[in-house]
């Protein structure tokens, strides 16, 4: 049960950094396309 809860946990944290660093991205793919 604790290794099921760690590797969720870190699932929750690979994809709030994933979505984090996808916004700073889109913001940087817009700003030099704009």
């Given amino acids: ?3 099921l809860i760690l ?3 870190g ?5 709030a950094t994933y979505l984090i ?3 700073q991205l ?3 793919i817009l700003g ?3």
């Fill in 1 to 3: 049960m604790e290794s």
């Fill in 7 to 9: 590797v969720l946990v």
């Fill in 11 to 15: 699932v929750l944290v690979a994809v």
């Fill in 21 to 23: 660093l996808s916004k």
């Fill in 26 to 28: 889109l913001r940087v």
């Fill in 32 to 34: 030099t396309a704009v």
